[in-house]
């Protein structure tokens, strides 16, 4: 096994772990969540962003802003994330922890992941035929993704 998977791992069972301790993985605290009974989740989520934001300051430079090309499937995409979110009680990140914890029905869950996935791979191809999904390249050891002009709506 190599070092990058073993520290990927690590990494994944660190995270998954931190939001099962958080409460994440609960599905009751989830649904307090967005019915706005309980903002415990929200402020850490906000906290995340914000440790987040201050980490690509620091390790990755400046970070720019400004106006940017936006691609056409952001708002539908994150409408539909947030209504599965909601509905399904799970954030997508603890999917896994909560099958391995035994809760059976993070399967249906999981299932709305991949399918929600190959439906946004289908609608990105029907949409912009002759053109690539946005594709990972390494790029001298950085992961970089590629987009065709066609794909963002300014």
């Known amino acids: 096994m190599s070092r990058a998977l073993i520290t990927r791992a690590g990494f994944g069972l660190g995270l998954g772990y931190a939001l099962t301790r958080i409460g994440f993985a609960d599905f009751e605290a989830v649904h307090q969540m967005f019915l706005l009974t309980d903002l415990r989740l929200i402020f850490t989520f906000a906290g995340a962003v914000a440790a987040t934001f201050l980490g690509f300051r620091i390790f990755a430079g400046r970070i720019t802003s400004g106006p940017s090309a936006m691609h056409v499937g952001l708002i539908p995409g994150a409408v539909l994330f947030g ?72």
Do not use: E, Y
């Open 83 to 154: 209504t599965g979110w909601a509905i399904t009680g799970a954030c997508p990140g603890v999917v896994l922890v909560q099958l391995g914890a035994g809760h059976w029905l993070a399967g249906f869950t999981l299932l709305g992941l991949l399918m929600g996935n190959v439906a946004a791979g289908l609608w990105q191809r029907r949409a912009h035929p002759g053109s690539v999904s946005p594709t990972p390249t390494r790029d001298g050891g950085r992961l970089k993704v590629r987009h065709k002009a066609a794909d963002c709506a300014h």
